[in-house]
């Protein structure tokens, strides 16, 4: 469950983007086709001091807000043993040569 840490009360509009930097707020325009890249501006100060382990962002009511990070990922999935796939593969290769010794 997110925290809030500062009630700002920004309008959001669908036309940008939104990130915390530095305890402020910056509104960035989306990228559309055909359109350069353009500047990020500054939106309000948050008066925020962000520490580590925490994700900032602007939530739906337009307050900065924040999560404790997950540190880790996932967990990777297990390597297949070698000597299994050995054994696969032998036994590809005595089925295909008991066909050609057949013909």
Known sequence: MAQK??????????NYLYYIKG????????KRPGMKKQKASKLADGGVTMEGGFIYFLDKTGDISRVKA??????????????????????ARRTVAKKAKRR
């Open 5 to 14: 840490v500062a009630k700002l009360g920004i309008q959001r509009d669908n």
């Open 23 to 30: 305890g402020d707020v910056w509104q960035v325009p989306r």
């Open 70 to 91: 997950a540190v880790g990922g996932q967990k990777r999935k297990k390597k297949v043993r070698r000597a299994a796939t050995k054994k696969k593969a032998t036994k």
